[in-house]
T-cell receptor
Framework: SQQGEEDPQALSIQEGENATMNCSYK?????LQWYRQNSGRGLVHLIL?????REKHSGRLRVTLDTSKKSSSLLITASRAADTASYFC?????????????FGQGTILTVHP | EAQVTQNPRYLITVTGKKLTVTCSQN?????MSWYRQDPGLGLRQIYY???????DKGDVPEGYKVSRKEKRNFPLILESPSPNQTSLYFC???????????????FGPGTRLTVL
């Protein structure tokens, strides 16, 4: 299966600004997950949104899901320098392919102090 | 401490020399998975396992083998490594049954493999 796409590939903002990252996916999903990765380290789960949900919040994170457009977005509000990292969306397939997790190529976020 | 451990963390080897990267989790997770991460390609799933003795191919399984004889361990085997398998490898695990909030994957620290 093909990987989804993330947009933009890189984002550079100032501390305090909001950061929005978009993800498009290709399959029928069970859920969509967002992860963060600091410079070559393991990924850390941020938030999961199920196919029957449209929006979800967790602290400064807001995720939306539009299954008709096969797209999701991650909004980080009031960004901090510590938010600098790569962010990945991952689509969890449904049906008989449950178990397959397909990651996008990621967005590199740089937050300048 | 709940964690996923991988060994070794760094490995340099030569073409054709069989190697195993171990992965172990202490969270009683049913689901375990291996990924490789390459610049410009993101993470790609190699194999996954839904439970003991149940494994299935991901998107890039060629050249790899796995086994799941115990719930906590999910080793990745490269029987005849080649230079195109030089990559950063991650193991991950999660619950898949039970509360709706499961499916969160916990990742190991990564294994950087170089095949000469």
């Amino acid at each position: 299966s093909q990987q989804g796409e993330e947009d933009p590939q890189a984002l550079s903002i100032q501390e305090g600004e909001n950061a929005t990252m978009n993800c498009s996916y290709k399959t029928s999903i069970n859920n969509l997950q967002w992860y963060r990765q600091n410079s070559g380290r393991g990924l850390v789960h941020l938030i999961l949104i199920r196919s029957n949900e449209r929006e979800k919040h967790s602290g400064r994170l807001r995720v939306t899901l539009d299954t008709s457009k096969k797209s999701s977005s991650l909004l980080i509000t009031a960004s901090r320098a510590a938010d600098t990292a790569s962010y990945f969306c991952a689509e969890k397939a449904g049906g008989t392919s449950y178990g397959k997790l397909t990651f996008g190529q990621g967005t590199i976020l740089t937050v300048h102090p | 401490e709940a964690q996923v451990t991988q060994n070794p963390r760094y490995l340099i080897t030569v073409t054709g020399k069989k190697l195993t990267v171990t992965c172990s989790q202490n969270m009683n997770h049913e689901y375990m998975s291996w990924y490789r991460q390459d610049p410009g390609l993101g993470l790609r799933q190699i194999y996954y396992s839904m439970n003991v003795e149940v494994t299935d191919k991901g998107d890039v399984p060629e050249g790899y083998k796995v086994s799941r004889k115990e719930k906590r361990n999910f080793p990745l085997i490269l029987e005849s490594p080649s230079p195109n398998q030089t990559s950063l490898y991650f193991c991950a695990s999660s619950f898949i049954w039970g509360a709706p909030a499961t499916d969160t994957q916990y990742f190991g620290p990564g294994t950087r493999l170089t095949v000469l």
